[in-house]
């Protein structure tokens, strides 16, 4: 069965940055993308940064392109999101997804497996 397990969040002042963790099991991670997805209080999820795992190119929303930075650790079957310069507006829950039919970007309908999330709270 597959299981995704987030941590790493927590809450940090504006400027500041967190380092998420996303521990992937059950299925041949090679050959999958992952997906760093945030949801807001009200808003819709939206996609923050995926990594093909299998070659690692990555791909990066507008919003956190230069800020972000997602990679993999195939040994320990993890995929982290570095996150600086974090503002207010990157306040939501972050959830890690694993995709298992084909490659990177791709929208969350697309993803079969979530993790439960993880906060991430900036204040000024």
């Known amino acids: 069965q597959v299981q995704l397990v987030e941590s790493g969040g927590g809450s940090v002042q504006a400027g500041g940055s967190l380092r998420l963790s996303c521990v992937v099991s059950?299925?041949?991670?090679?050959?999958?993308?992952v997906g760093w997805f945030r949801q807001a209080p009200g808003k819709e999820r939206d996609g923050v940064a995926s990594?093909?795992?299998?070659?690692?190119?990555?791909y990066y929303a507008d919003t956190v392109a230069g800020r972000f930075t997602i990679s993999q650790d195939s040994a320990k079957n993890t995929v982290y999101l570095q996150m600086n310069s974090l503002a207010p507006e990157d306040t939501a829950i972050y959830y890690c997804?694993?995709?298992?039919?084909?490659?990177?970007?791709?929208?969350?309908?697309?993803?079969?497996?979530w993790g439960q999330g993880t906060q991430v709270t900036v204040s000024l």
């Open positions: 997804a694993a995709r298992t039919s084909a490659r990177c970007p791709a929208p969350p309908a697309y993803f079969e497996y």
């Open positions: 059950g299925y041949r991670f090679s050959m999958n993308c």
């Open positions: 990594i093909d795992t299998g070659d690692s190119s990555t």
